[in-house]
């Protein structure tokens, strides 16, 4: 009989808490440019490593090296980089206007730009994001008016969800943005619906699941999978790994020593890692994905490795669980200022532009919020009737509704 | 007209529905090649291809997940989920995302979905092949909840319910699939071909989702029914020899309030009878309903008759099911009073 100790349960802790310094020694950077960049109709297995390593584009003089080089114009560059700011400046004044007591609660992006602006310039017009609540980029990319997105926050008279979802919780099928749940992982595998919808319907239309680190231990993360790849489902499917589920550190959902994107080979989906504080590479990878989707190849699997400067919510507070300059040690930098530090070096951009660009994109965003404000905020100002809460449950009101309706005097 | 079993009315009205309209698909465990465990999908396949009709991975929440899907980009899922005891792993997205896209997308976004059930007990299926968990749905707002009780009204509240524009839970008592049932479980199954209702017509109908229907009039007191209970109903009012009106519900949300009030405001009784255990059944919400706007005109108090509050049993199932005894002692209970 072998000698055996006692059994003794594994739980997973990240590398530093509160008051030690930030250890990113175990994040395995690969040189930009450094990671081959296949063909799009290249099979699963013949990639395994690009699960494991990360793509990356822009090195650390902020130039443009590899194969993944290269598919963006100076002007598209620049454009990226003005919507990233756009959205920083926006996160800033309503992450303000939250702490003024104008709505109840916001989430921001700060440090997490890049993947959602950039992935929006690599999809076309009636393609379809399932997001998550960090993922506002696809709207700014898309030019949604930002007055818009402010009247959903506040919940104001002219919200255009009539005061029904949480701020932030956005929808508009116009903009290929589906309405956002706060329930984790049920809308990837909604993705996966709507893309087989477009292919039955042989239509070239394209959708994208949006998913964060902690969700994929969600049920809906494997149904999704085993769907997309049943069906090689013309979908990109999407996980944010920004290192923290609320309190909690991306090891615990991941498990074990394997990679997000790795979860994606056991169902035969080309996956790949990207460096998503890199605009150049998350616009690469997500415009590979697409073009294997469009043309049937079925579904890719995109892992973004990135970090979430700011709190989970305005409920969060995470200096009680992380290092307070954790951030400052993350490794990949900051995706406004690599891809501004890029233009400089391409030579068309500069830092005094950079400064009045700023100040420009401030006042559009004042300007907005002054708009919006002019319309109410949660607590002061119109609102949307309580009418509102009765209609549109069902397409046609039924009766039991409209008893309750007229009780509350509506 | 032709002669149908429910499932044959089924399948019937999603064969019209698909031949109808392009966007129509169905989708579930076993349903394509092999038309379902029940066969109510047996021939869609071979008929509209494997787009249209085909099988899927074992995930419930993976089938309503895509469905909800599919609805957003613009088709009519029809899908089925092999038996009501297996829809919990789907329940997170058919009670917070299919329920609610049309209200928290201001109507951006639409659900018009499906989702077919077989329901309730009567074959021996034990504890996880007998449940009726439409009391889970009637508490969810944005969802709509039909039970047929025989082939004619099946199909034509299924092709409503396909062709309604919001989240339809579909519940199909397994054990009128085959033909009526009359409660007495010692007696054989009489088939839908010598009964009225299997007489069903072969094209498009609809029955309008939120109507019930009164299947025997009487003026001594109101039996309020749906599914199978409906059969059974009029076995115990026929047994006890008592002047019963018996409403069909058909459709639980939303439901045909106004009937029921009619009915008990002329008899001045009233039981509910569902198969569902008792606690927080739909019984409940009837019960209220009616000592809500009827309360003047009782003349007993409401009794109810149901499941008992216990798993469903394999070997004690006739102990289980409310059977026309059960009903008939309650009928006897609120005439006494």
């Given amino acids: 009989m072998v000698e055996s100790a006692r059994l003794s349960l594994h739980v997973p ?54 194969p993944w080089a290269g598919s963006l ?10 919507n990233m700011m756009k959205l920083r400046a926006f996160d800033a004044r309503m992450l303000m206007a939250q702490r003024q007591g104008k709505t109840s609660f916001y989430m921001q992006h700060l440090g997490e730009e890049a993947v959602s602006c950039a992935f929006r310039k690599a999809l076309q017009k009636g393609d379809m994001n399932f997001p998550t609540y960090r993922q506002a980029g696809l709207l700014i990319a898309d030019d949604y008016p930002m007055v818009e997105m402010m009247n959903q926050i506040y919940s104001n008279e002219s919200d255009p969800l009539r005061g029904r979802q949480l701020p932030i919780m956005y929808s508009s ?17 909604q993705a996966v619906g709507w893309a087989m919808a477009s292919a039955i319907k042989n239509d070239s239309r394209i959708a994208a699941a949006w998913i964060g680190d902690g969700s994929t231990a969600e049920s809906d ?63 690469a990878v997500a415009r590979w994905a697409a073009e294997r989707a469009r043309r049937n190849l079925g579904p890719t699997l995109i892992e973004y490795v990135t970090y979430r400067v700011g709190a989970h919510s305005t409920s969060d507070d995470p200096s009680a669980y992380r290092p307070k300059t954790e951030s400052e040690a993350w ?37 907005a919020q002054r708009q919006a404000e002019g319309h109410g905020t949660l607590h002061d100002g119109g609102k949307p009737s309580v009418r509102d809460i009765f209609e549109g449950v069902y397409a046609e009101m039924p009766p039991h509704i409209r008893r309750q309706r007229q009780k509350a005097g509506y | 007209m032709a002669r149908m079993t429910m499932i044959e009315a089924v399948r019937s009205a999603m064969d019209v529905s698909m031949a109808r309209d392009d966007n129509v698909v169905v989708f579930g465990e076993d349903v394509g090649y092999f038309g379902g465990v029940f066969r109510c999908t047996q021939g869609l396949q071979a008929k509209y291809g494997k787009t249209r009709c085909f099988d899927t991975p074992i995930s419930e929440s993976g089938i309503v997940g895509t469905a909800i899907g599919m609805a957003a980009y613009g088709l009519k899922p029809c899908v089925e989920i092999q038996f009501a005891d297996y829809m919990y792993p789907a329940y997170d997205q058919l009670t917070q995302e299919a329920a609610r896209i049309r209200y928290r997308s201001n109507g951006d976004f639409t659900c018009p979905i499906v989702v077919r059930m077989p329901t309730g007990g009567g074959i021996f299926g034990g504890q996880t092949h007998s449940q009726s968990p439409e ?70 109908f609809t029955i309008p989702i939120g109507k019930a229907e009164i299947r025997r009039t009487g003026s001594a007191v109101t039996v309020v029914a749906y599914g199978t209970m409906v059969h059974v109903a009029l076995a115990a009012a026929e047994d006890a020899g008592i002047d019963a009106e018996v409403i069909d519900l058909r459709s639980l949300l939303p439901l045909d309030l106004d009937t029921i009030v009619k009915s008990v405001t002329k008899t001045g009784r009233c039981v509910v009878v569902h198969e569902a255990t008792l606690t927080s059944g739909f019984g409940a919400e009837v019960v209220s309903l009616v000592q809500e706007h009827c309360f003047y005109h009782l003349e007993a108090p409401v009794v109810r008759v149901a499941g008992w509050d216990t798993p469903y049993p394999h070997a004690q199932e006739w102990d289980y099911f409310p059977g026309p005894g059960r009903v008939g002692r309650a009928l006897a209970e609120v005439m006494e009073a």
């Fill in chain 1, 13 to 66: 802790e990240p590398a530093v808490r509160p008051g030690g310094h930030p250890d990113f020694s175990n994040v395995k950077i690969a040189k930009a440019g450094s990671v081959p960049r296949p063909e799009v109709d290249v099979a699963s297995e013949d990639i395994r490593d690009l699960a494991y390593s990360i793509i990356r584009v822009l090195n650390r003089d902020g130039e443009a090296v590899g």
């Fill in chain 1, 73 to 82: 114009t100076d002007e598209e560059l620049l454009t990226g980089l003005r």
């Fill in chain 1, 173 to 189: 099928k116009e903009h290929g943005f589906f309405t956002i749940s706060g329930n984790l992982a049920t809308q990837y595998v």
């Fill in chain 1, 221 to 283: 993360f494997h149904s999704a999978l085993v769907f997309a790849s049943t069906y090689k489902a013309p979908v990109i499917l999407n996980i944010v790994n920004n290192q923290w589920a609320i309190s909690t550190f991306q090891g615990i959902a991941r498990g074990g020593s394997g990679t997000f994107a790795a979860r994606g080979l056991g169902f035969g989906i080309p996956a790949l890692r990207v460096d998503g504080n890199d605009y150049l590479a998350v616009h």
């Fill in chain 1, 331 to 367: 490794p990949l930098g900051d995706p406004v200022l690599r891809l501004k530090k890029h233009l400089i070096v391409r030579g068309v951009w500069s830092e005094e532009r950079h400064t009045q660009a700023e100040a420009e994109i401030l006042d559009e965003v004042i300007e």
């Fill in chain 2, 135 to 204: 009391a889970l749905f009637t508490h969810v707002c944005g969802l709509k909840v039909v039970v047929p009780s025989n082939p004619y009204d099946a199909k034509g509240l299924l092709i409503a319910a396909i062709e309604d524009p919001d989240p339809v839970m579909f519940l199909e008592p397994k054990r009128l699939y085959n033909g009526p049932f009359d409660g007495h479980h010692e007696r054989p199954v009489t088939p839908w071909s010598k009964h009225d209702l299997g007489e069903v017509p072969e094209g498009h």
